[in-house]
DNA sequence: ATTAGGG
DNA sequence: CCCTAAT
């Protein structure tokens, strides 16, 4: 399964494997620059990474949010003794332990973990990406761990109920919280509001975890958060802004407790991870959990109103969702010992104030498409993958957020609306690395179909088709309106510079590294022993279908039916050259499939469902034109005779 | 070249 | 999307 999505998808991304207590801080920034591309120091990567991130998130808050967030308690990122990265929080005195690591697999499946408490002036070997390494997509992987549980700040966090960014509301949630966590790790939940727990999980630092090992491809960070039993007044908030508007924080307000480090690293207030050892944002004595809560009721309290109407509406439907749940296990629960579990039995409290349990195992970076000609080096190669990467978390990056395979834009949206319930399994939660729009260039292509499968605002009308034609048969209606898709081909076998364009620029997910002068057959890379394809053609690059295209093809049945695919193509897809009359077939086929399952089945960029609804419309009439034309056909065949 | 379906 | 069989 894993190969043919490897084979269907190509490239999706790296793997960085875990490395525990990997990472140092950085101290400069730019290194990826500064070294050469075939001996860089890994921790470095990682560095820059984490740095990226941090920057990438930071970078997004409104202005509003930010006065508001300017209050926050200090913030002190820094190396610890162990040599990881920590962000601490100084008034409090407890933090969050950073770690991340880099694995380089060589070709000889020696694995060379890069950890260690330091490799500062003179990385280790193991730590150094050089040429003799075969980057494959499977040889990165990035994670981001949170609050090492060798770090002290536990401990103290234990001591500290007063001191905790949650202080301001902390005071309200412990007279809720259950008595398990007044001990152990339960405490540190409570004591400092933040969510981060203390790894326990030794599959946690397993590079080849489940999780690790199944997903394909791709860059992960991973965070450790907490979750926990009803209580009220607690908010998760899991920082997945997504660009669109200002509240794009999916802050649940009524449900959920802040997860800290997340809120961290989307935090403004965390600068500058790279620039120095030593990091910190000033700032005030309040908690940061208190303002924030505050923050949220007095800005969130209409959309929270909304929401709660709207939930009785949706309320059923989410509960199905747990027996969807992916069986590889691995859930919060079972890393973060008891005071977590309860969650799932506060179901009393379900319609209210149940509370989602995640653990962050990774991010996946959806695609990274590297094309490389056959003669390019192993070198070369790498350097692409480098370039790739980094180009990818340069322009900052932003977080979305799937469960059950389907991307939730709706930021707005509750997490019990959203079907992610307390007796979820977390797996089917799913966080994604995005490049941030704002800093792609702009695209060649003007080709929005590409565009569907970004969080970018959808230049593309969408306004429904006054269905005058949905009455009577569907041969009224004459409409072509796919003036959007009409330039949107360049294509059929497209050039690499087009490739390039497209993906990068107009996909923003998938990035293409070409290795300058090579303009030659260019070789997909492909991960595994997959190079035999080399000979065969290539396969075609997925483009999902627009919503506009989509449209067009609705219209375009409804006024030929099902059958005449090359019809239709003429009609609605005339100039657009990368669909064949067969893709048209396979899209109704898809749409058709789409438009009976539950909504929550669905992945990809959601259709409107009055576009669902016209293809059932259209299916069903067409089928029964059909039936009729097989009775009719006998006679026919009599007359002929 | 198209159509219809399974993969 | 790919692959094929059947038109």
Request: aromatic residues 4%; hydrophobic residues 30%; glycine residues 6%.
């Amino acid at each position: 399964m894993l190969q043919k999505r490897l084979l269907d998808y190509g490239f999706s991304g790296y793997q960085v494997p875990f490395i525990p207590r990997a990472a140092r801080s950085a101290r400069k920034r730019g290194l990826i620059r500064e070294k050469a591309a075939d001996n860089l120091s890994a921790f470095d990567l990682l560095a820059t990474v984490a740095g990226k991130l941090l920057e990438g998130e930071s970078s997004q808050h409104t202005p509003d949010e930010k006065d508001q967030l300017g209050n926050a308690q200090d913030v002190v990122m820094q190396e610890q003794d162990e040599g990881n990265l920590c962000v601490k929080d100084e008034h409090c005195d407890k933090g969050i332990n950073l770690e991340i690591g880099l694995q380089v697999e060589d070709h000889d499946c020696i694995v060379k973990e890069i950890s260690g408490p330091r490799n500062d002036a003179s990385p280790a070997p193991a730590s150094v990406i050089t040429s003799s390494h075969c980057l494959e997509k499977d040889d990165f992987l990035v994670k981001m761990d949170v609050n090492d549980d060798k770090s002290d700040f536990c401990s103290h966090s234990r001591n500290t109920e007063g001191y905790a960014p949650g202080h301001t509301d902390s005071s309200i949630r412990n007279g809720n919280e259950s008595p398990e966590e007044h001990d152990g790790k339960g405490e540190i939940l409570s004591g400092n509001g933040l969510d981060m727990h203390c790894s326990e999980d030794p599959e946690f630092f397993d590079g080849d975890s489940p999780a690790v090992a199944s997903s394909d491809c791709s860059i992960k960070l991973s965070l450790g958060v907490d979750h926990y039993p009803c209580r009220d007044n607690n908010n998760v908030k899991v920082v997945t802004r997504d660009d669109d508007e200002n509240s794009s924080e999916c802050t649940q307000p009524s449900t959920m407790k802040a997860a800290r480090l997340p809120a961290r690293i989307g935090d403004r207030r965390i600068r500058k991870l790279l620039a120095s050892k030593y990091w910190r944002v000033k700032d005030g004595d309040h908690s940061d959990t208190g303002l924030r809560c505050i923050y949220r009721s007095r800005r969130t309290g209409y959309k929270r109103q909304r929401s709660q109407r709207i939930y009785p509406f949706k309320k059923r439907k989410f509960y199905h969702y747990s027996s969807l749940s992916n069986s590889d296990g691995d859930t919060g629960c079972k890393a973060n010992g008891s005071s977590s579990c309860v969650a799932g039995q506060s179901t009393s409290f379900a319609s209210r104030e149940s509370h989602v349990k995640l653990r962050i195992k990774s991010f996946r970076v959806p695609e990274l498409i590297i094309e490389m000609p056959e003669t390019a080096t192993i070198g070369d190669l790498k350097r692409s993958v480098l370039e790739t990467l980094t180009a990818l978390i340069e322009g900052g990056l932003r977080v979305g957020v799937r469960h059950q395979g389907k991307k939730i834009r709706d930021d707005n949206r509750t997490l019990v609306q959203s079907g992610i319930c307390h007796d979820d399994n977390v797996e089917s939660l799913g966080f994604i690395l995005e490049p941030n729009p704002s800093h792609i260039s702009t695209p060649v292509s003007s080709d929005n179909s590409l565009m569907l499968s970004t969080d970018v605002p959808q230049p593309v009308s969408r306004c429904p088709i006054t269905s005058a034609n949905n009455d009577g048969a569907y041969h009224d209606h004459m409409v072509t309106n796919l003036g959007n898709l009409v330039e949107s081909d360049h294509d059929s076998a497209p050039s690499p510079a087009e490739t390039t364009a497209e993906k990068g620029a107009v996909d923003f997910r998938a990035l293409v590294a070409l290795p300058e002068g090579t303009p030659q057959a260019l070789a997909v890379v492909q991960s595994h022993q997959k190079s035999k394809r080399s000979e065969m053609a290539q396969r075609r690059i997925r483009r999902p279908f627009s919503v506009t295209e989509v449209e067009s093809l609705v219209q375009a049945v409804e006024k030929l039916g099902t059958g005449r695919w090359r019809d239709v193509k003429l009609r609605a897809f005339d100039n657009v050259k990368h669909r064949t009359y067969v893709d048209l077939k396979d899209k109704w086929k898809t749409l058709v499939h789409t438009a009976r399952i539950s909504p929550q089945q669905r992945r990809g960029e959601p259709v409107p469902q009055d576009l669902l609804d016209r293809v059932l419309a259209a299916h069903s009439y067409w089928s029964q034109q059909q039936a009729k034309q097989q009775l009719k056909q006998p006679s026919d065949a009599c007359l002929l005779l």
